[in-house]
């Protein structure tokens, strides 16, 4: 079984191939990045973002057929990321999709793309059901326990604003430019994580959700108070936000394991996803809670953490093999809960690419 991947929410053009047969399951994984064309902006401009995906998208569908040496018609199946997400750049790829579907009358799968990022430790570690996920992305902060394909309960969320925000926003007040997470993370690398006492919002709190908007508020009254962003002052800065947020995400998570533990809800793995789990000090303080509660911590390989074409490819596998296939006349959502039954809080009112 093949399946063709595209993924275009945000700001990376991916397309991926993958196959659930013996050997290689990755057969092609191209993504062409838009940094160049944000950067000057300092962050993702929707319309500039979905004209990339319209420039890149042919040229990568033929690269990613050409390095899996196979054709269209060798496919079994075609995913494409349907919401949530910049619904300009959603469009591109689901009517991609749905056109390659249409014309070589194969399934369509549309994607959630943060069931996308929930399913890829399948794929790198062959993870078994169910496990507890920590989504942590520019658009994404969520726990939620995965059931199954198709299955998923949210624990907690954020109230304002997801991690990678904070990380982007929090890059830019201190003049590290963009992309903010990655340049933010190599500058903590130099600085004293306890250099500067910044808030840990809802840490010891009841419950599993997050904010971030009071972090961001004190790292801008810190560089206000230090203008001439010395590159020691950055550093240091950069090393206490590291820590206030891997602290935040141990504290909450840590609850989420608690919750599932009172409720007799065994699971096999916490998994951390989404662009923010590349982040070396997120992953070793999360990897020191699993250690605490004899769990295994799993994370993607770095290149599956960002959004990529193969992620979208293997949840469409995975709906495939289970018949869970959808009609051309799929409405492409720019937001789209994995768990349903959840109601938006009012003071959110909705907000957010998964909200």
Not at 71 to 87: F, H, R, V
Not at 154 to 170: H, N, P
Not at 200 to 210: A, I, S
Not at 338 to 349: A, Q, V, Y
Request: charged share 20%; aromatic share 4%; glycine share 10%.
């Amino acid at each position: 079984m093949l399946v063709l991947g595209l993924e275009t929410s945000c700001d990376e053009t991916a397309v991926g191939i993958v196959s659930n047969g013996g050997g290689q399951r990755i057969l092609a994984n191209i993504v062409a990045s838009q940094l160049e064309e944000h950067r000057p902006y300092g962050g993702v401009v929707p319309e500039i973002a979905a004209r990339a995906h319209l420039d890149y998208i042919d040229d990568l569908l033929r690269q990613a057929l050409d390095v899996a040496g196979i054709q269209l018609k060798d496919l079994s199946g075609i995913a494409a990321t349907c919401g949530p997400g910049l619904i300009g750049g959603v469009m591109v790829g689901a009517m991609m999709g749905k056109a390659i579907a249409a014309v070589r009358n194969l399934p369509f799968m549309a994607v959630n793309h943060l069931e996308a990022h929930a399913l890829t430790a399948r794929l790198s570690n062959d993870v078994a059901f169910p496990y507890l996920l920590l989504l942590v992305s520019g658009g994404h902060c969520q726990l939620l326990l995965v059931r199954g394909v198709g299955d998923y309960r949210r624990l907690g969320t954020t109230i304002d604003d997801a991690v990678g925000e904070c990380f982007d926003k929090s890059a830019k007040l201190l003049g590290l430019g963009y992309p903010g997470g990655p340049m933010l993370e190599h500058a903590a690398r130099q600085g004293d994580a306890k250099a500067f006492p910044l808030p840990r919002p809802m840490l010891g709190r009841e419950g599993c959700d997050f904010s971030f908007s009071g972090l961001k508020t004190a790292v801008r009254q810190l560089v206000a108070a230090h203008p001439d962003l010395a590159p020691a002052f950055t550093a240091d800065a950069a090393a206490s936000l590291q820590a206030a947020i891997a602290d935040i995400l141990y504290d909450r998570t840590r609850n989420a394991l608690q919750i599932l533990s009172d409720e007799n809800q065994k699971v096999t793995a916490l998994v951390v996803a989404g662009g923010v789990a590349a982040n070396l000090a997120i992953r070793t303080k999360l990897t020191e809670l699993t250690a605490s509660h004899h769990l295994s911590f799993i994370a993607p390989p770095m290149e599956l953490c960002t959004d990529n074409g193969v992620m979208v490819a293997w949840a469409g596998l995975e709906r495939l093999k289970l018949g869970l296939t959808d009609g051309l006349d799929f409405a492409s959502r720019p937001r789209w809960p994995l768990d349903e039954t959840i109601i938006p809080s009012p003071s959110r009112g909705g907000l957010g690419r998964g909200a």
